[in-house]
């Protein structure tokens, strides 16, 4: 298996909502990335997790809740989300963390109403 | 931080005809240059990097130039077909500092039949 999986592809959801983001990888990578991305923009680093610890957070609002329950999942719980958050969000793996070779899943398309 | 610029932000040549999309950085630091493709509705997908101890990578049609003295690295694709009409981002990274990918904004091919 050498893809990243992320589910669900599509996800409306109100202000009040919660709802999370899943990616999953069996390639063994131990780095593990969410980004977001606006359309027509390049992708923005929001959490980065190696070996299973949050590395780096980009100063992202707390209605962004990142989770890495095992080497494989990284879930992103979201509540209270603004129309504004609504984005592509991108998981991303790689063997080491770094950002080398990232490999990305094809996203949640997420739209806040 | 890490600045990194790219141009053209839209490029558009005939099939059979080559491309060239050109970044720049601004961190000394940087070590790590890779390429990606975005289609539409997909995630970006690496198609090249070049880390700082090499001048120039090939790949089948695709090649990649870096140029440290001037901080600037390029993309080179020969024969065009129009399935490589998709945007393409240059990054940057410290790869050795654990930092992740710096993204230029993007451009946008399109190759004509």
């Known amino acids: 298996d050498t893809e990243v999986t992320q589910t669900p592809k599509h996800l409306v959801m109100g202000m009040t909502n919660k709802k999370s983001l899943k990616c999953e990888q069996h390639m063994g990578h131990r780095a593990m990335y969410w980004y977001k991305q606006k359309a027509k923009k390049p992708p923005e680093l929001m959490f980065v997790y190696s070996y299973e610890k949050l590395s780096i957070n980009e100063s992202v609002p707390s209605r962004f809740s990142p989770e890495c329950p095992n080497s494989s999942l990284l879930n992103l719980h979201l509540h209270a989300l603004q129309p504004e958050d609504s984005a592509l969000y991108l998981c991303a793996s790689s063997q080491v963390s770094g950002g080398e070779k990232l490999l990305f899943g094809s996203g949640t398309q997420l739209s806040v109403l | ?113």
Request: glycine share 8%; aromatic share 8%; net charge negative.
């Open chain 2, 1 to 113: 931080g890490e600045n990194v610029e790219q141009h053209p932000s839209t490029l558009s040549v005939q099939e059979g005809d080559s491309a060239v999309i050109k970044c720049t950085y601004s961190d000394s630091a940087s070590n790590y240059f890779p390429w990606y493709k975005q289609e539409l509705g997909k995630g970006p997908q690496l198609i090249i990097d070049i880390r700082s101890n090499v001048g120039e990578k090939k790949d089948q049609r695709i090649a990649v130039t870096l140029n440290k003295t001037a901080k600037h690295f390029s993309l080179h694709i020969t024969e065009t077909q129009p399935e490589d009409s998709a945007v393409y981002f240059c990054a940057a990274s410290d790869s050795n500092s654990g930092y992740a990918l710096n993204f230029g904004k993007g451009t946008s091919l399109l190759v004509t039949p």
